[in-house]
């Protein structure tokens, strides 16, 4: 289990790894992709987010980090509402020069059935608020990995990426959001996406409800996507197994040696 904890990070959500999860994550070498909501803004001070980097970076722990999302339309159609995103992720990007994270996944949250005839705006405004982030992160000395969750195929991902066309900006693909919503074949995602892969987060389900099961739980094809990227992306590549419990994360791990997911 320890040779499969060197090679991934494990999603910790901020108030966890505060309040419980530190000295689990520190003896067992988690490298953590912390998680953090709107509530942690209210809830902690500048001194207890320094505490933990510290704590971390003493332990030679490598975080990433997962942003806020909940809420946040960065390619609003309404400026006001793009406005308070952009003020909650600059809020959030204020905390990576304390703990240097090697990347930041955040969500471009395009839904078609949301923005429906109003892609090209999205776009537009989603092109104009990364574009600020990208740049930021650069400053930052880290990368952001913008996620598919709702969206039924890459297209929109895709033109928002290339149009990017930034090495400050990656994408993140989300194996279980993937199995619940995407009617594009697996094989469509990775032809248009794999070029542009920096992350991938894996966790399982039956493709009905984001159910956030152990690798291997559910309906995801594990054994043939990571032949697909083992075949076509170098070693840089993070994996982040997202479980939601300890039970979760420790049958991940057993899944993922028997299933040799990692190797090679």
């Known amino acids: 289990m320890n040779e499969i904890l060197k090679?991934?990070?494990?999603?910790?959500?901020?108030?966890?790894?505060?309040?419980?999860?530190m000295p689990i994550v520190i003896n067992r070498g988690i490298n953590?992709?912390?998680?953090?909501?709107?509530?942690v803004f209210e809830l902690f001070c500048q001194r207890d987010f320094?505490?933990?980097?510290?704590?971390?970076?003493?332990?030679?722990?490598?975080?990433?980090?997962?942003?806020?999302?909940?809420?946040?339309?960065?390619?609003?159609?309404?400026?006001?509402?793009r406005q308070a995103t952009i003020d909650r992720l600059k809020e959030f990007f204020d905390l990576v020069p304390f703990f240097q994270p090697r990347l930041v996944v955040c969500h471009p949250a395009f839904d078609e059935r949301y923005y429906m005839s109003g892609e090209n705006i999205w776009l537009e405004n989603s092109l104009e608020t990364w574009g600020y982030f990208s740049?930021?992160?650069?400053?930052?000395h880290?990368?952001?990995?913008?996620?598919?969750?709702?969206?039924?195929?890459?297209?929109?991902l895709r033109l928002l990426l290339s149009g990017l066309n930034s090495p400050n900006v990656c994408f993140c693909f989300d194996t279980g959001h993937f199995n619940v919503f995407s009617r594009a074949s697996l094989e469509v995602w990775m032809e248009e996406m794999l070029h542009f892969l920096g992350e991938i987060h894996i966790h399982d389900n039956h493709g009905t409800v984001d159910e956030h099961l152990p690798v291997g739980m559910g309906s995801f094809p594990f054994l043939r996507f990571f032949r697909m990227i083992r075949n076509n992306k170098d070693s840089s590549l993070i994996v982040t197994i997202e479980a939601h419990s300890e039970k979760n994360?420790?049958?991940?791990?057993?899944?993922?040696?028997s299933m040799q997911l990692l190797d090679g």
């Open 32 to 39: 953590p992709e912390i998680g953090f909501d709107h509530a």
């Open 249 to 257: 994360l420790w049958q991940s791990l057993e899944n993922i040696k």
């Open 142 to 156: 880290t990368v952001i990995a913008l996620e598919n969750v709702y969206e039924a195929d890459p297209l929109q």
């Open 50 to 81: 320094v505490e933990v980097a510290k704590g971390l970076s003493d332990a030679g722990i490598s975080p990433t980090f997962h942003a806020p999302f909940l809420d946040l339309r960065p390619g609003a159609l309404d400026p006001k509402v």
């Open 7 to 21: 090679k991934i990070q494990v999603h910790v959500p901020f108030r966890l790894l505060h309040d419980k999860l």
């Open 135 to 140: 740049t930021l992160a650069g400053d930052m």
